[in-house]
């Protein structure tokens, strides 16, 4: 009687080759193994292939055991979902393409100032006008004199204090820039930047 040849013999992917998803449990890779075995245990070669298939199944699943995948998009999602995130969003809005464009062209202006025309004194006119304008821009969406103080002077304070951190305690020096005057005029630079989130998308 003619020997039952495995006819995925030649199957490279092991899960293929045993019949079974990549998602089966221990309990279905055995026994997919076993029923193969059984049925085709007169035909070595056969035997061969669904022994190599069942062991590198094996052997992958314990290697992933050891050294689990992250799962990039479900993480993503889990932030997404956290409430500390859910609250950022809910401080943040996106208004008309208009204003954004009048905020944005107003502190790349004043940055342009900074850099063009540092004084001795520094650049404290600029960083004047950028309260000021982001008092403007804050009340012209809030439509609300007090909340529009309240949150015009703590993003300005918040923002300059976090300028002066970052340049202090992260951002190193850059070389062509030296000095007191290049301290205050990144300084400011980045409180522009702060400060134009802060009118442009802080609700």
Do not use: C
């Not at 998602?23 to 055995?30: K, L, N, V």
């Not at 669904?50 to 689990?68: G, L």
């Not at 300005?156 to 005029?185: D, H, N, Q, Y």
Request: no cysteine.
């Amino acid at each position: 009687m003619r020997q039952a040849v495995f006819p995925r013999i030649n199957v490279g992917d092991p899960y293929r080759r045993l019949g079974i998803s990549k998602e089966a449990s221990e309990d279905e890779i055995q026994g997919a193994r076993n029923f193969l075995i059984q049925k085709y245990a007169g035909h070595k070669p056969s035997v061969d292939a669904i022994e190599s298939a069942h062991d590198k199944i094996i052997m992958q699943k314990f290697y992933d055991r050891k050294n689990p995948k992250i799962d990039i998009k479900k993480k993503i999602r889990e932030v997404n979902q956290s409430r500390l995130v859910q609250f950022v969003r809910g401080r943040f809005h996106t208004p008309s393409t208009k204003f954004i464009i009048k905020t944005s062209l107003t502190f790349l202006l004043l940055g342009v100032l900074t850099v063009l025309f540092p004084t001795e004194e520094g650049p404290t006119l600029q960083v004047a006008l950028s309260l000021i304008a982001t008092l403007y821009f804050v009340h012209e969406r809030l439509k609300s004199k007090f909340r529009s103080f309240l949150y015009g002077v703590g993003a300005f304070i918040f923002s300059w204090l976090f300028g002066t951190f970052l340049m202090v305690a992260v951002i190193p020096p850059i070389p062509i820039l030296k000095g007191l005057r290049a301290f205050e005029v990144i300084t400011s630079l980045i409180t522009y930047l702060l400060l134009w989130v802060s009118s442009t998308y802080l609700k």
